[in-house]
């Protein structure tokens, strides 16, 4: 791209988009040093006060690269690599004691110094969090734009499960006050769109053309609409006649393509097959088709459709299915979310402004005293954050964020230690601290990086499964008049940089307004996930993830702006103007991975990677969603209490 079509996209406005904690750019962290780990040196000196406990610092307003942020990786990259965490191999022993320290501030973290308290009310307990904010996933973003605040979620999207809410979770939200069902009812304003359809933008690089189709029939996913309707789309699209003809027929009719077979014959043959064979070899689909369905599964799974199997596509509502006549209900070769959603369940759903940010942040309002003001699920939305009260010494309950663990070790043999001891990294300084149990609701595959004593195979087993990258990116625009004079809210871009680009859910709770005329300021939601088709899903995995830590914020810019003008110039819009500021939530390590039978094999009962790897080890408990290898908050908060449970009755 030449400087002058930078310059058109507005590559050169004046928006926020570094990342600057109180005017000081976040560093890159420590280089190596050549001393060995696990052990450090301590030395006893007193930590300087830390950016969290300054006045102003407020990290959910922080623009730019956020999410797996500059500073909150390179140490424990580091220490991966057999190096030095940082520069400065000496550690500062804090000597603070604790009778809990847990390792990850996300909501299994979170959930868990609460299970902890409620068994006993005077423990103290701190949360070491690598990040500048709380949540782990369940992060906030905000905006100021033209006087008001927009809120979006940088990471976990709403209360929704495929399975039912435990009965240790839905306690937990019990005692928070959420009721989603109810809260959907009040709070929901779907009527704002209601004038507004689903899109497909077709690409020039994937479809030959460039083109806003809309509206789409049976809406963006697929899964309905009749054959008028999707006459009527398809000859509007760049597709090839053949590929028109195919998903025309794809779309409206029902053949039975395995004719003799009983539905569990069926489902289990489709349990063996990526949907993409099953519509090129099975349906018999014109290869240019493809491109069309290609990214459906990437919201869900981080891969595209050559990487989950037929099977779960069929619980996804994708078409091809109608003629098998399956019978409902799940089936033991589907993934941990097809199984789930394939079972009726009651409504169970609410999406926060800012998604799931808002359990974490009950959650610390529960637990400590002065953080914010309010009481209730919904006053929780507006309530500022005194970010300085987080780690307050007199407080029972402490969370220090910029804080990368890099070793959690017994002191002395696991079996009889009655102490372990905690380092981290935090300004490029090592720190210790000590306490009577840990719970690691960190990312699981660190594990064996930071306990270097655990058995071999459960180490192994921490290693198998490699998390989901995924960009949740929010967009401010000065208003939305380009997608009502295109009478698109929502629209799916197959062949994009990011693959869906979304007007932002209108909710209205605890003082928060959405915006509700296109006049007005609003957030574009937009979703990216990397991965490289053709190979098995962990292989697209870390493709993906390579990518994410290699792009730059300009290259995410350049394209975002890109995808605006393209998709919405018909409309007015222009980047260069209209957009105000930027958030790109990286996540290279994003959902839990769960299992896809088309590449890993069916474990016996007990024996599965996620339940070796989630057993503890003398006063150390496994924690996190990473653990239960289900990428949900109530996975989250099941593993919590597990790891709570297994330390009280060790
Ligand atoms: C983009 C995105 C969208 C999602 N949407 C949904 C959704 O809509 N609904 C849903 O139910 N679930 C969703 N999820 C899944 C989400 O991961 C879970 O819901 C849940 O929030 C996971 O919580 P956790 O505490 O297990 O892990 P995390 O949130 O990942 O928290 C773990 C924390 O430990 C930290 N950590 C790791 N290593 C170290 C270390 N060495 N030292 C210190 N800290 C460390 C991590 O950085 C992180 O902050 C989404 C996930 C992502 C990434």
Not at 23 to 50: D, I, N, Y
Request: with cysteine.
């Amino acid at each position: 791209m030449s400087k002058s079509d930078d310059k058109k996209l507005g590559m050169d406005r004046q928006i926020t988009r570094r990342d600057f904690l109180n005017g000081v750019a976040v560093g890159t962290g420590g280089a190596v040093a050549s001393s060995a780990l696990p052990s450090f040196a301590l030395e006893a000196l007193a930590e300087p006060r830390a950016a969290q406990d300054k006045p102003g610092y407020y990290p959910p307003a922080l623009t730019g690269l956020r999410g797996s942020h500059a500073g909150s990786f390179e140490a424990a990259h580091n220490v991966r690599d057999g190096k030095a965490p940082t520069k400065r191999a000496i550690a500062t022993d804090t000597k603070e004691t604790y009778d809990l320290v847990i390792v990850g501030g996300g909501i299994s973290g979170l959930a868990a110094a609460y299970f902890w308290r409620a068994k006993n009310a005077s423990a103290r307990i701190l949360i070491l969090d690598n990040h500048d904010d709380f949540g782990g996933h369940a992060k906030r973003n905000e905006f100021r734009a033209s006087g008001r605040i927009l809120l979006a979620n940088g990471g976990t999207w709403a209360i929704e499960s495929p399975f039912p809410y435990s009965k240790t979770a839905r306690g937990l939200m019990d005692e928070l006050g959420i009721q989603p069902a109810a809260l959907e009812t009040k709070c929901y304003r779907r009527k704002v769109y209601r004038h507004l359809s689903n899109g497909v933008f077709f690409d020039k690089q994937t479809f030959g053309a460039d083109r806003l189709v809309a509206p789409a029939p049976g809406g963006r996913r697929g899964g309905g609409g009749g054959p008028e309707e999707w006459e009527g789309f398809l000859k509007k699209t760049p597709l090839s006649p053949e590929a028109r003809q195919d998903v025309h027929r794809l779309e409206t009719e029902a053949a039975d393509y395995f004719p003799g077979l009983t539905s569990d014959q069926k489902k289990d043959k489709l349990s063996r097959v990526s949907y993409k064979d099953f519509l090129l070899k099975v349906v018999k689909l014109h290869k240019d088709a493809i491109p069309f369905y290609q990214t459906r599964t990437h919201g869900l799974f981080g891969v595209g459709i050559d990487a989950v199997p037929a099977l779960d596509c069929w619980v996804l509502q994708q078409p091809g299915f109608r003629g098998l006549n399956l019978e409902p209900g799940p089936h033991p070769r589907m993934g941990y979310t097809p199984r789930g959603f394939a079972a009726p369940k009651e409504p169970y759903e609410f999406h926060y402004p800012d998604g799931n940010a808002t359990i974490a942040r009950m959650l610390v309002r529960k637990m400590i005293a002065g953080v914010a003001p309010g009481h209730d699920a919904e006053d929780v939305v507006a309530a500022k954050f005194d970010y300085a009260r987080l780690d307050n010494q007199d407080a029972p309950v402490r969370i220090r964020l910029s804080s990368i663990v890099v070793s959690v070790k017994h002191a002395g043999d696991a079996a009889r230690a009655k102490q372990v001891d905690v380092t981290y990294v935090r300004d490029g300084q090592l720190t210790s601290v000590h306490s009577g149990n840990v719970i690691l609701a960190c990312w699981n595959m660190m594990i064996p990086y930071l306990c270097s004593d655990l058995p071999e195979k459960q180490k192994e087993a921490l290693h198998y499964g490699v998390k989901v990258p995924l960009v949740y990116t929010s967009v401010a625009i000065r208003n939305w008049e380009a997608f009502e004079k295109l009478g698109v809210h929502s629209i799916a871009c197959p062949g994009m940089y990011h693959h869906e680009m979304n007007l932002d859910l209108p909710v209205d709770i605890g003082g928060y307004e959405s915006p509700k005329t296109p006049d007005q300021p609003i957030l574009v939601r937009m979703e990216r996930t990397p991965c490289l088709p053709g190979l098995p899903e962990r292989d697209q995995h870390r493709a993906g993830r390579g990518d994410l830590l290699s792009t730059s914020f300009d290259t995410f810019e350049r394209n975002i702006r890109d995808q605006f003008a393209r998709v919405l110039s018909d409309g007015g819009f222009d980047t260069a103007r209209d957009i105000t500021a930027i958030t790109v939530n990286r996540w290279p390590h994003g959902y839990a991975y769960e299992y896809n039978y088309l590449f890993d094999p069916e474990w016996p009962a007990g024996e599965s990677p996620c339940e070796i790897a989630r057993r503890p080890f003398g006063r150390i408990a496994i924690a996190n969603s990473d653990a239960g290898a289900a990428a949900y908050t109530d996975s989250a908060m099941d593993q919590a209490w597990r790891a709570v449970e297994e330390l009280h009755s060790a």
